[in-house]
């Protein structure tokens, strides 16, 4: 999958910071997220605009 499918930036939403494609849900939420322990599900739940594929797939991107 393309990075730009996946992960998109514009000045006009949250300063420029990278989003997950289609949503306001910082890519850096998802990290963040796993760093503190939360479980892939979990962060799923606090975010549902962000499907699993595209997380795993942000993921696999960043490895």
Partial sequence: MDIKELIFVDADILGGQPVF???RVPVES???HLEAGVSLD???DDFPTVSKNHAIAVM???S
Avoid: C, H, I, Q
């Fill in 60 to 62: 696999d991107l960043a």
């Fill in 42 to 44: 979990e962060f799923l």
């Fill in 21 to 23: 494609t289609g949503t």
């Fill in 30 to 32: 998802l990290f963040d």
